[in-house]
């Protein structure tokens, strides 16, 4: 390898941006968000920068998500964020153009990838690779992809929940909902507006869910005092909000994600089937980190749901290692074009 050709992995989700450097590590961790202004179009702000500005923007600016449910809804925002990205990680080796990886659903139709792809390209990547982010999750967790063994990844990100079987280093069984992280804070922001008349933005669902969010009741619930607009006066006013409030609020969001792990394991072959009763469901993505998701999972399935170490980092870490051994995973990367 030469001094002058720069790698990065890319887990590009709708929630974060994760980029990895080889040698270095997870480098940078922002949101997915672009503040544009409207007049001339020009963007202002990417990432945490633009990440404040969301839900306190003047008429003239908005703050915008350009994936949406893990997929390029706006292509120009995306290759624009993805720019500054890659030159933000890159410090000041700007002038070379880096190999890129990226990770994409796994569910993504061809057309999908595609944009992906030229979107890196545009943005100054030299060659850019895509891999399907369950394999990615599975790689950055530690799981030995190429065994003759069942290995099921449930990936829980903002956009989408990936799960899926991996055995000999490709996807045996898969399915990609888009039902996760976003989600789940929309039904939070729904259930205070039906129970309390009060509005609240992304944000503040998003500490709810954090902060007391749990996936099961619990004896000792824990409080959060939010504030908000209320419906009928237009006034700011506060309330507090307990635990197992919010599990009623979020339980049909999980019980779609505990459908989409039903559904893979009722299309796996039985010996694969055997494995993962055995090793259980690894389970990645900022979303899985939800508080005693795992132990619903296994109520549900009937299988033990290990959370892997930093659920966070899996698939840029994967990114990572797959971009270090470009070769050994040919199989599973699709190619630049």
């Not at 290990?306 to 797959?322: D, F, K, M, Q, S």
């Amino acid at each position: 390898m030469s001094f002058f050709s720069k790698k990065l992995g890319i887990d590009l989700g709708t929630a974060n941006t994760l980029v990895f450097v080889p040698g270095k590590g997870v480098v940078l961790n922002e949101p997915s968000v672009v503040a544009i202004s409207l007049e001339d179009n020009k963007i202002l702000a990417v990432g945490n920068e633009a990440k404040i500005m969301i839900g306190r923007t003047p008429k003239a600016i908005v703050a915008y998500r350009p994936m949406k449910d893990g997929v390029i809804a706006d292509y120009k925002v995306t290759e624009a964020m993805l720019s500054y990205y890659m030159k933000k990680a890159m410090g000041g080796w700007g002038f070379i153009k880096p190999e890129v990886l990226i990770s994409v659903p796994a569910g993504v139709t061809s057309t999908e990838r595609r944009a992906v792809i030229e979107a890196a390209i545009k943005a100054g990547a030299k060659n850019a690779y895509v891999v399907k982010e369950p394999i990615l999750a599975a790689i950055g967790a530690g799981i030995p992809i190429y065994e003759a063994r069942g290995h099921m990844v449930a990936d829980i990100g903002g956009g989408t929940t990936d799960v899926a079987v991996i055995s000999l280093g490709g996807i045996v069984s898969a399915t990609s909902v888009k039902c996760a992280g976003n989600k789940i804070d929309e039904s939070i922001i729904d259930y205070i507006k039906k129970t309390f008349n009060l509005a609240i933005g992304d944000k503040t669902a998003e500490d709810i869910k954090v902060k007391i969010g749990s996936a099961l009741p619990i004896d000792e619930e824990l409080v959060i005092s939010i504030k908000g607009r209320d419906f009928i006066s237009g006034l700011p006013r506060s309330v507090e909000i307990k635990t197992n409030e919010i599990v009623k609020a979020i339980s049909r969001e999980l019980r779609e994600i505990i459908k989409a792990i039903k559904d893979v394991l009722q299309e796996t072959p039985p010996e694969l089937a055997a494995d993962i009763m055995d090793h259980g469901i690894i389970m990645t993505g900022g979303t899985s980190a939800l508080r005693n998701l795992p132990e619903l999972i296994f109520r549900r399935v009937g299988v033990k749901a290990i959370l892997a170490e930093n659920p966070l980092y899996c698939v840029a870490e994967g990114t990572g290692i797959a971009l270090e051994h470009l070769g050994a995973y040919k199989r599973v990367v699709a190619s630049k074009r």
